[in-house]
């Protein structure tokens, strides 16, 4: 059973969630989920994986907010 949100996710999927939540800067998505700017820079620069969790919450959350509207 591969549920899809548990993958990981990768530079441009995370670009595209930012933007799709409204998130302008890493600054801002970091201040969002609790981490640091650096965490986030790493992870947009394809040189760490974004961990399960987080891709898992910004997935939810861009489900989330298509559902709303």
Known sequence: ?????????????????????GYKTQSDLANAIGVSRSAV????????????????LLRMLVGAQRRAF
Not at 4 to 18: Q, T
Not at 41 to 56: C, I, Q, T, Y
Request: no cysteine; hydrophobic share 45%; aromatic share 2%.
């Open 1 to 21: 059973m591969d549920d899809p949100r548990l993958a990981s996710m990768s530079p441009d999927e995370l670009r595209r969630h930012m933007r799709a939540l």
């Open 41 to 56: 820079s790493l992870w947009l620069e394809g040189k760490v994986g974004v961990p399960r969790p987080v891709a898992m």
